[in-house]
């Protein structure tokens, strides 16, 4: 029997919902600060307006909404799922009344684009918008690869149980540090850290390149907030290709590999354990399907002729597949030379690395390498089993940042969400096909939302029809939650309506 929600679950989900607003809306202080600095008069109080709404919401859902219990596992799972979408709705109005972009839902449309680290854009005449809405642009996907709720946390100064619900259900299970605040703090040293590096090299090379101090460092923050959130956005509407730069092409690479990796590993290396990179399950598997997916790439690419240069090839094919295998979604060709250059093969190639993904506890979506390194592995397992005598025992063990056995469980979750992802990624290309679009076009685009990554055949545009967008959002949305939260958060609607008392 499914019984109704009670008042307590309501009240509980409203207050932690509401602080974790309060949080996410003084994020908008940076580019108002921004905006004074510049004397963007407009812009700044577009960003007031979005402050004084986002904030007067989540005051009022911690008043009406006030307790001092703490969140069950349904609750965490519901006030994550629930953050995500308000951080869309509430993230977006600034950015509308911008007048960048045509309406309210295209300016959601991008929110949770850079909120969920896609990349996919509506956005109008990028090349002339102000200083501010560009930061913001950026600022959310670097808040929504560490994550909403690692940002709430982060400023906590104390801590609260239900606090590692939330983690879950915004798709991170491992705890860096014993403590889950003590996590969240790391989680940002790292970015941080890395942030003032990635900044200062690709900076340099926007210099070198001739670009003024002040545009070079401005694009080099928010290039690598997109890259190392492995996002997709650029401050310029012809995405990389408009630094015409194989340095900054390789900064990129190197940043966009870094926010693929696990947080986790980070901790290690920076502890001194090197050596967990060569070891780790994630990173063998990685560098396996890159170089599996490159050279089906490649070798549809050298077919078709169209990049006649060994080194040309590489540059151009290598790019679009580490950006798509990374989740980041950065762009060196115009969308459409995937349609009308690359073909059937290459566009199969970027099409299967999209779909798998980086690492878990990482900026990445996707199916993920410690899924697709277990489900390989249960695999051999299976089949030595056959192969050898029954009385043989069969025991599988991988190594990720430990040594771990293999069980049946491991194998059937992650089994049970690499089906999910193919789901989704199939559901929006069938919702594709039904406005008009190829198989392999939809199919492209579909696994692009779905696994946050933001690589764009054409489709993507401010006309495609309005379920399209609608589509491309919710498959967003649960792509970056994996899917355990949405469930939960469905559930709930389902209890409230059909539930007994």
């Not at 009670?6 to 932690?16: Q, S």
């Not at 602080?19 to 108002?32: D, E």
Request: aromatic letters at 12%.
């Amino acid at each position: 029997m499914i019984l109704k929600p009670r008042l307590e679950d309501v009240k509980n989900i409203g207050y932690y919902l509401g602080r974790i607003i309060i949080g996410l809306s003084l994020t908008m202080f940076l580019p108002i600060i921004l905006g004074i600095a510049l004397k963007e008069i407009n812009p700044t109080l577009d960003f007031v307006i979005g402050l004084e709404i986002a904030l007067i919401f989540g005051l009022v859902l911690t008043k009406l909404c006030f307790t001092e219990k703490d969140l069950n596992w349904m609750q965490g799972m519901i006030v994550v799922s629930l953050a995500w979408l308000a951080a869309m709705l509430l993230g977006a109005i600034p950015l509308y009344l911008s007048g960048h972009w045509k309406s309210y839902l295209d300016a959601c449309f991008d929110t949770m684009s850079g909120f969920a680290t896609t990349g996919l854009v509506l956005v109008q005449d990028l090349d002339h918008i102000s200083f501010s809405h560009n930061l913001w642009r950026h600022l959310i996907m670097f808040i929504g690869g560490q994550g909403i709720v690692i940002v709430a946390l982060s400023f906590m100064v104390k801590g609260f149980s239900g606090a590692f619900k939330m983690y879950v259900g915004e798709a991170r299970d491992e705890k860096i540090m014993p403590n889950v605040m003590n996590t969240a703090r790391f989680i940002w040293l790292v970015s941080i850290v890395y942030l003032i590096l990635g900044t200062l090299a690709l900076g340099i090379v926007g210099i070198l390149n001739g670009m003024k101090a002040i545009n070079a460092f401005f694009h080099g923050a928010c290039v690598f907030m997109a890259a190392f959130d492995t996002g997709g956005f650029t401050p310029q509407s012809q995405n990389i290709l408009y630094y015409h730069s194989l340095p900054y092409e390789v900064v990129t690479v190197v940043i966009m590999i870094l926010g693929a990796i696990n947080f986790k590993l980070h901790y290690h290396v920076w502890m001194g354990n090197r050596r967990e990179i060569l070891k780790n399950i994630e990173t063998v598997t990685l560098f396996i399907t890159i170089m599996i997916t490159f050279f089906i790439t490649a070798v549809g690419l050298q077919q078709l002729g169209i990049y006649p240069k060994a080194m040309l090839l590489f540059r151009k094919g290598f790019y679009q597949l580490v950006s798509g295998h990374t989740g980041t979604g950065y762009q060196t060709i115009y969308p459409m030379q995937f349609i009308t250059d690359w073909g059937n093969l290459p566009l199969v190639g970027v099409i299967c690395a999209m779909a798998l993904g980086g690492a878990v506890c990482s900026t990445t979506g996707a199916i993920k390498m410690l899924r697709i390194g277990i489900i390989f592995k249960a695999l051999t397992q299976d089949i030595k089993r056959i192969i050898l005598p029954e009385r043989a025992e069969v025991v599988k063990k991988f190594h990720h940042i430990k040594t771990i056995f293999l069980d049946d469980k491991q194998a059937r979750s992650a089994l049970l969400i690499t089906l999910a992802y193919l789901l989704l990624y199939g559901l929006g290309s069938i919702i594709g096909m039904l406005f008009g679009y190829p198989f392999l076009s939809a199919l492209f685009e579909s696994t692009s939302a779905a696994a946050n990554v933001g690589l764009s055949c054409g489709i993507t545009n401010v006309n495609m029809p309005v379920a399209l967008k609608v589509t491309y959002i919710l498959q967003m949305w649960a792509g970056r939650l994996e899917f355990m939260s949405v469930f939960v958060l469905i559930g709930f609607f389902v209890a409230a309506i059909k539930g007994k008392r």
